[in-house]
């Protein structure tokens, strides 16, 4: 791994674990709050490939493992797995991966610009940082909470309008970035 590889990856980590001191929004019925960090997981994605950008969530899921308070709200350690939210945590990880590979298997298409793609990135984004995310957390949100898969699936439709829209804001800002940096 190279020096630049190594410091993209702690950047990165130190990005979502900004995102994540903006103040959560707790949401009534669901013990799940919204936040800015699934917006970190779509950008590491399509701006770091799936190896960098799945290192980069085990950074930061590591160190919320380890007990540093880098999770909305000041959360940390191991207790954090036992929780609702768990799921969706550790879902950032396949999440970031599955965006990384789908942003830059849409830039080997011949027919497509050297940048990104808006488009093809904002689907990058949806199917990892939120397909992805959701497919792990809803399920585990639903074992933890005991509220069943349906009552789980159900109670997380309010956070999809503002996950799309992170998606979409997601590909437009790693669009701007790709067209004048190297990463």
């Not at 410091?7 to 103040?23: E, K, Q």
């Not at 540093?68 to 950032?92: D, I, K, S």
């Not at 809803?138 to 996950?163: E, I, N, R, S, Y």
Request: contains cysteine; aromatic residues 8%.
């Amino acid at each position: 791994m190279k020096t630049k590889d190594i410091a993209l990856i702690a950047l990165f980590s130190a990005l979502i674990v900004a995102l994540g001191l903006v103040p959560p929004i707790p949401m009534p019925l669901v013990p799940v709050p919204i936040t800015l960090q699934t917006f970190g997981v779509m950008l590491a994605g399509l701006l770091l490939g799936p190896m960098r950008a799945s290192l980069v969530l085990l950074l930061y899921v590591g160190l919320a493992l380890l007990g540093l308070p880098v999770l909305p709200g000041g959360r940390a350690g191991l207790a954090v797995l036992a929780g609702p939210t768990a799921g969706f945590l550790l879902g950032m990880i396949p999440g970031a991966a599955l965006t990384g590979w789908l942003a830059r298997k849409s830039t080997k298409n011949p027919q497509v610009n050297r940048f990104y793609d808006t488009s093809r990135c904002a689907l990058a984004a949806f199917c990892g940082g939120i397909v992805v995310v959701y497919g792990i957390g809803v399920p585990w949100l639903a074992f933890v909470t005991d509220m069943g898969l349906t009552k789980a699936c159900w109670a997380v439709l309010v956070f999809l309008p503002g996950d799309l829209v992170k998606a979409l804001v997601a590909a437009g800002v790693a669009q701007r970035i790709r067209s004048v940096l190297i990463i």
